[in-house]
């Protein structure tokens, strides 16, 4: 089955700097990639995704790119914001056999005013 | 009422208790879920229903029992747990299961402490 590493594992940034997490799947058959953003005391929502045939989406302050052949993608956010800070989970979805999600372990992301 | 509703919010229970935990989406959706979500550890789909027959059990052990009476409504009910199923039992939902379009809608989920 699908195996989705996340790197950090908590990163703190001061406000205005950009934020970059990293995550690596390990089935190349995976074709959809979501980024879930969990505020305290909330459930994960979802802030953005990318699928295999596309090689970077941006939405504002955030961005996400693929990297197909080296099996990583990564969310980026720029001028970074108190609000910001949240755990962040990657995911990989493969749609192979199993039509469900694995998802990383998570990034704590704090953005220090 | 919008979105994904848990309730309880937090639960205390002894180990020899019984109780259930009660998800609602007023979304439309047809395919529902159960995770578990524990310190430092993947979130970890237990369950999942697709217009309302059960799909998916990761082999989760037989004191968790699911009912889905309608695409609306998903239980969780509980008995004779143990110290280590202490978590935050996330609820979702999407449209079904098999046409992933890219959303689980979460609820706020429900603090699950066993003493």
């Known amino acids: 089955g699908e195996n989705v590493e996340q790197h950090p594992s908590t990163l703190s940034v001061q406000e205005g700097d950009s934020a970059v997490i990293k995550c690596t799947y390990s089935d190349s058959a995976s074709n959809y990639f979501p980024w879930y953003k969990q505020e305290l005391g909330k459930g994960p929502q979802l802030i953005i995704d990318i699928r295999s045939n596309v090689g970077e989406k941006k939405d504002q302050r955030i961005a996400v790119t693929l990297n197909k052949t080296a099996k990583h993608f990564s969310l980026h956010i720029t001028e970074t914001q108190p609000e910001d800070s949240a755990v962040y989970f990657c995911a990989g979805y493969s749609g192979a056999g199993s039509y469900q999600l694995t998802f990383g372990k998570g990034t704590k992301l704090s953005v220090i005013p | 009422e919008t979105g994904v509703t848990q309730t309880p919010r937090h639960l205390v229970m002894g180990m020899t208790n019984k109780k259930s935990l009660k998800c609602e989406q007023h979304?439309?959706?047809?395919?529902m879920y159960w995770y578990k979500q524990s310190a430092k550890k993947p979130l970890e789909l237990m369950f999942v229903y697709n217009f309302k027959e059960q799909t998916e059990n990761n082999s989760v052990p037989s004191r968790f029992s699911p009912e889905c009476p309608n695409s609306s409504h998903l239980f969780l009910h509980l008995h004779t747990l143990q110290p280590e199923d202490s978590a935050l039992y996330l609820c979702a939902s999407s449209q079904d299961q098999t046409s992933l379009t890219g959303e689980l809608f979460f609820g706020e989920g429900s603090r699950l402490t066993v003493l």
């Open positions: 979304l439309g959706h047809n395919a």
